[in-house]
């Protein structure tokens, strides 16, 4: 028995309004965002079928659009919005989300926020 495929989508890096400070609301800041996306490893695993497989990069076109065309007053929305993205498709079984924002504090890397969906 074939346990789930995993896909790791590791720090996609866009620019979006974050943030709900005036400066914040006027210029674009740096995200880095990752994801885990499992599936059944069976749909996609025995034919070598692309329509098998749960297609990353229409996933990640449809993030890099949500998220630099968005306006996001928190992060915790931004993350959220992602994740809905990636558990859209009926395969979908787990999805993770962080996403990080550099600079957000003067003397840290980032600040990172968390969400997962789990379909069971």
Same mark, same amino acid.
Do not use: H, Q
């Given at each position: 028995? /074939?346990? *789930? %495929? @995993?896909?790791?989508? $590791? *720090?996609? #890096?866009? #620019?979006?309004? @974050?943030?709900? *400070?005036?400066?914040?609301?006027?210029?674009q800041q740096d995200v880095v965002i990752n994801i885990e996306i499992q599936y059944p490893a069976s749909k996609g695993f025995a034919d070598d079928d692309v329509?098998? %497989? /749960? *297609?990353?990069? $229409?996933?990640t076109k449809e993030i890099i659009q949500h998220v630099e065309e968005g306006r996001f007053l928190l992060l915790e929305k931004l993350v959220s919005d992602v994740l809905e993205i990636c558990t859209v498709h009926p395969w979908t079984r787990y999805a993770k989300v962080t996403i990080d924002k550099p600079h957000a504090l003067r003397f %840290?890397? !980032?600040? !990172? /926020? !968390? /969400?997962?969906?789990?379909?069971?």
């Open positions: 028995m /074939l346990s *789930n %495929a @995993i896909i790791n989508i $590791t *720090n996609l #890096r866009l #620019r979006t309004f @974050i943030g709900f *400070n005036p400066d914040e609301m006027k210029k329509e098998k %497989a /749960l *297609n990353y990069k $229409t996933i %840290a890397d !980032s600040v !990172s /926020l !968390s /969400l997962e969906w789990n379909k069971d």
